[in-house]
T-cell receptor, first 110, second 113 residues
Framework: KNEVEQSPQNLTAQEGEFITINCSYS?????LHWLQQHPGGGIVSLFM???GKKKHGRLIATINIQEKHSSLHITASHPRDSAVYIC????????????FGPGTSLSVIP | KAGVTQTPRYLIKTRGQQVTLSCSPI?????VSWYQQTPGQGLQFLFE???????NKGNFPGRFSGRQFSNSRSEMNVSTLELGDSALYLC????????????FGPGTRLTVL
């Protein structure tokens, strides 16, 4: 079993739809990161969470430490949101060592 | 403020050769981390440097090494290249702590023939 899992693996949505991507992990963490990777490889750090909820524009990220689960929500999705979304966790026992999830490939159709 | 830069952007090598990749962090950032991304394994952590010291290391063989200079620029070296080393190598910088936002460079695409 992978230490960080994401669902769904692939997601196709119509423009305007509300999107949820889930991440679950099985290790003790110091923080959880959501990353966005566009075709061509560039990665952007979207959120870093250790508790609660964060919002940035149309993006919302939540984390439940007890359940070892995080969700990334995209409201009013747009074709420019099409990318791979990657969940990553920083290990509590190993400063700055990061484990990545497999990624969720999102395609938003106009 | 300039972002994280990586050179070269693309590189083709043959098995057995060695390669050195360079990463220049954002000005003022002292931590540089390196990652490998392959279609099969996804993103994997290689190592992290802070103030010229390796602060953490992932599960990669000793052929993968790195260093950081006093200006925070970092290099990673892969010796005796194997076909499986073909990957996108990403570096990322942050100011100091693991709670600081990490900024990624564009990556170096290494192809080993």
């Amino acid at each position: 079993k992978n230490e960080v899992e994401q669902s769904p693996q692939n997601l196709t949505a119509q423009e305007g739809e509300f999107i949820t991507i889930n991440c679950s992990y099985s290790v003790g963490i110091s923080a959880l990161h959501w990353l966005q990777q566009h075709p061509g490889g560039g990665i952007v750090s979207l959120f870093m969470l250790s508790s609660g909820k964060k919002k940035h524009g149309r993006l919302i990220a939540t984390i439940n430490i007890q359940e070892k689960h995080s969700s990334l929500h995209i409201t009013a999705s747009h074709p420019r949101d099409s990318a791979v979304y990657i969940c990553a966790v920083g290990l509590k026992t190993s400063y700055d060592k990061v484990i990545f999830g497999p990624g969720t490939s999102l395609s938003v159709i106009p | 403020k300039a972002g994280v830069t990586q050179t070269p952007r693309y590189l083709i090598k043959t098995r057995g050769q060695q390669v050195t990749l360079s990463c220049s962090p954002i000005s003022g950032h002292r931590s540089v981390s390196w990652y490998q991304q392959t279609p099969g394994q996804g993103l994997q952590f290689l190592f992290e440097y802070f103030s010229e010291t390796q602060r953490n290391k992932g599960n990669f063989p000793g052929r993968f090494s790195g260093r950081q200079f006093s200006n925070s620029r970092s290099e990673m070296n892969v010796s005796t290249l194997e076909l499986g080393d073909s990957a996108l190598y990403l570096c990322a910088s942050r100011r100091v702590a693991s709670t600081d936002t990490q900024y990624f460079g564009p990556g170096t695409r290494l192809t080993v023939l």
